[in-house]
């Protein structure tokens, strides 16, 4: 990760303090939530040669921390292996890593800043992606509450590639169903990722990377409501 991605990532956090520490006591509540995922990604680049496509599924955990009634702390990492599905693509092996801090600013609506890192390895290279992700996520319950369905939109306005011009343009959309047993919690979600760089030798290099995730978890604690 470079040192401007650092600072960023450090901001967040600090700003995150900040919310917990002017929150009163009473409403300091704790929540933690831990869960294991299954994924399966799908991974497209055209260059000017034609889409090459892998493809694979990836294994890894989450975690959150709630803090009070309206702060947020996600925590994700991942790593499997994706195969070559179309001709002139390279098999790879993916590992990524994420967090970030949301605010709801209302009970349905949470904005969020953080900082994400991946890394593609082929049998001849590594190629390392660093990212400062802003955006929000709707949230709608259902079924009385145990059901939440999530819509969510984030820019990626610093991009950094190995190898690569950075993205002339980047941004992510996801979409899921959380629920909520107990102490048990359950979730699938689909995301998408698409970065357009900018034309080099003619050719505008185009990627995206899609996953279906599935999680099962754990929550301790009792979140405090807004």
Same mark, same amino acid.
């Given at each position: 990760?470079?040192?401007?991605?650092?600072?960023?990532?450090?901001?967040?956090?600090?700003?995150?303090?900040?919310?917990? @520490?002017?929150?009163?006591?009473?409403?300091? %509540? &704790?929540?933690?939530?831990? @869960?294991?995922?299954?994924?399966?990604?799908?991974?497209?680049?055209?260059?000017?040669?034609?889409?090459? %496509?892998?493809?694979?599924? /990836? $294994? *890894?955990?989450? #975690?959150? &921390?709630?803090? *009070?009634?309206?702060?947020?702390?996600?925590?994700?990492?991942?790593?499997?292996? &994706?195969?070559?599905? +179309?001709?002139?693509?390279?098999?790879?092996?993916?590992?990524?890593?994420?967090?970030?801090?949301?605010?709801?600013?209302?009970?349905?609506?949470?904005?969020?800043?953080?900082?994400?890192?991946?890394?593609?390895?082929?049998?001849?290279?590594?190629?390392?992606?660093? @990212?400062?992700? !802003?955006?929000?996520?709707?949230?709608?319950?259902?079924? #009385? *509450?145990? =059901?939440?369905?999530?819509?969510?939109?984030? =820019?990626?306005?610093?991009? +950094?590639?190995? *190898?690569?011009?950075?993205?002339?343009?980047?941004?992510?959309?996801?979409?899921?169903?959380?629920?909520?047993? #107990?102490?048990?919690?359950?979730? /699938?979600?689909?995301? !998408?990722?698409?970065?357009?760089?900018? &034309?080099?030798?003619?050719?505008?290099?185009?990627?995206? $990377?899609?996953? !279906?995730?599935?999680?099962? #978890?754990?929550?301790?604690?009792?979140?405090?409501?807004?």
């Amino acid at each position: 990760m470079n040192g401007r991605l650092e600072r960023r990532a450090l901001a967040i956090v600090l700003v995150a303090g900040g919310l917990v @520490a002017t929150t009163s006591p009473a409403a300091a %509540q &704790l929540a933690v939530q831990g @869960a294991g995922i299954v994924a399966m990604s799908e991974h497209r680049v055209d260059a000017g040669n034609g889409v090459e %496509q892998s493809s694979g599924m /990836l $294994l *890894g955990g989450e #975690g959150r &921390l709630f803090v *009070g009634s309206r702060v947020e702390v996600f925590m994700h990492a991942a790593a499997g292996k &994706l195969t070559a599905d +179309s001709a002139g693509a390279d098999s790879r092996d993916l590992a990524e890593a994420e967090v970030r801090a949301s605010v709801l600013t209302v009970p349905w609506l949470a904005l969020h800043a953080g900082v994400s890192s991946r890394s593609y390895t082929t049998a001849l290279v590594r190629q390392r992606w660093t @990212a400062l992700r !802003l955006g929000g996520e709707i949230r709608l319950a259902f079924v #009385g *509450g145990g =059901m939440i369905g999530t819509l969510r939109a984030e =820019m990626l306005p610093s991009v +950094s590639v190995s *190898g690569l011009e950075k993205p002339s343009r980047a941004f992510a959309a996801g979409a899921g169903l959380d629920w909520g047993v #107990g102490v048990l919690t359950l979730g /699938l979600r689909y995301e !998408l990722e698409r970065y357009d760089f900018p &034309l080099a030798a003619g050719v505008e290099r185009r990627e995206q $990377l899609s996953t !279906l995730t599935a999680h099962a #978890g754990l929550r301790l604690g009792r979140r405090s409501t807004p």
